[in-house]
């Protein structure tokens, strides 16, 4: 059984920067395309970013509201997947969550952190 734990969310000032981490265990993180979510109050949960490799070499995506601004990045050693969080706004304000970013196929979701970003 794959689980999920993430962490490192808080509250920070418009501007700010947080890095979220996502401890993987059950399934190596590298073998697999991995990515981050996040989701508020009455909304889907909406995909972030996502880390993965194609014939050895390493990609990532961004979604356009965090383009520039978000950083994923993968651990093999630590079986982690980080995301570092810089120019925070407050729309950035949601619980964030990890987990395959490929196919259809999900883990079971973690408990997910809290971020929030005050103006």
């Known amino acids: 059984q794959v689980q999920l734990v993430e962490s490192g969310g808080g509250l920070v000032q418009a501007g700010g920067s947080l890095r979220l981490s996502c401890a993987a265990s059950?399934?190596?993180?590298?073998?697999?395309?991995m990515g981050w979510y996040r989701q508020t109050p009455g909304k889907q949960r909406e995909w972030v970013a996502r880390?993965?490799?194609?014939?050895?070499?390493?990609?990532?995506n961004y979604a356009d509201s965090v383009k520039g601004r978000f950083t994923i990045s993968r651990d093999s050693a630590k079986n982690t997947v980080y995301l570092q969080m810089d120019g925070l706004k407050p729309e950035d304000t949601a619980i964030y969550y990890c987990?395959?970013?490929?196919?259809?196929?999900?883990?079971?979701w973690g408990q997910g952190t809290q971020v929030t970003v005050s103006s």
């Open positions: 987990n395959l970013a490929a196919g259809s196929l999900r883990f079971p």
């Open positions: 059950g399934r190596a993180v590298s073998s697999v395309t």
């Open positions: 880390a993965g490799s194609i014939g050895g070499t390493e990609y990532t």
